[in-house]
């Protein structure tokens, strides 16, 4: 688990997919080892990787019903640089289907025990939801980033984030710990995010990420090319934003490891 983090927040479109996918990109760019877990049933960062969801036989959902081993799933797309375990929507089966398995909030975790090691780090991105998807990811995780769009109802839905993931602490995985929430699709110019923005440092003190990442169009437009944004235009903000992300994330990571 040391290893592995979350990408998780369950409001939707606020760049939990871009987020892994250019973080992995930017770590690899580091040099690190990277998995990339797809482990939402709409396969953004499937695609966003370049890959065909129609073509993939094994993905996360064999994974976590134990049809298929973690290795047999993991794909080396030519040019990205890091691995990626991609899904397809046989994974919203999975939800359903979990209630019925012993050890479901484990079954993740379990999965990725050997694999974990080959990496420096694990990224998995999440479903908008707080589902057994999402628990199996925070039992199997070190450390969570939550990403969050600064607007007006920013704040509302992560207490029951947070909700979930006390007791994910308490019953399954006690080190878990939130490693930082991120600001995206930031608008500096914009009175209301300032305003959410500040909210949130005030509110999770030390929590909050640094680095900011900002709207920018070439972020939108490179997961239709099916790559990460530093592939597609390098000297973009958006690059840029991710890399500084990616060390501070790095950085954040050997401090809490002593
Ligand atoms: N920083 C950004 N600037 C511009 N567009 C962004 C940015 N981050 C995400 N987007 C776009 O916003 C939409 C939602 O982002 P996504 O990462 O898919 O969110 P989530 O995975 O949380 O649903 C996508 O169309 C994505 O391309
Ligand atoms: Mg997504």
């Known amino acids: 688990m040391g290893n592995v983090f979350a990408v998780t927040n369950q409001k939707g479109g606020v760049g939990k997919t871009t987020t892994t996918v250019n973080l992995a990109a930017a770590l690899s760019e580091y040099g690190k080892k990277v998995l990339l877990i797809d482990l939402d049933p709409q396969g953004n960062a499937t695609t966003g990787c370049g890959l065909d969801k129609n073509e993939i036989d094994n993905s996360s ?6 049809e298929a081993r973690a290795a047999d799933t993991i794909i080396t797309p030519e040019g990205l640089g890091f691995d990626v375990m991609p899904t397809n929507s046989d994974l919203t089966a999975a939800e359903v289907e979990l209630l019925e398995i012993k050890l479901r909030e484990h079954r993740l975790r379990i999965a990725l025990e050997s694999t974990r090691e080959k990496y420096d780090y694990v990224l998995i991105d999440c479903p908008p ?5 999402t628990v199996n990811a925070l039992v199997a995780s070190q450390g969570i980033l939550i990403p969050i769009q600064c607007e007006y109802y920013a704040l509302e839905g992560l207490s029951s984030l947070l909700r979930t993931i006390e007791r994910v602490k308490q019953r399954a995985n006690p080190k878990l710990d939130i490693t930082g929430l991120l600001r995206t699709m930031f608008d500096a110019r914009n009175n209301l995010a300032n305003q959410v923005s500040r909210q949130l440092i005030n509110h999770f003190e030390g929590k909050v990420f640094h680095s ?5 169009v070439r972020l939108a437009e490179a997961p239709s090319h099916g790559m990460p944004v530093l592939a597609y235009d390098r000297g973009s903000r958006g690059s840029i934003a991710y890399m500084a992300l990616a060390s501070e994330f790095m950085r954040r990571q050997q401090k809490a490891n002593g």
Do not use: F
């Open 61 to 66: 959902y064999e994974v976590i019903m134990a």
């Open 129 to 133: 939801s707080l589902s057994m998807l």
């Open 212 to 216: 900011i990442i900002p709207r920018n």
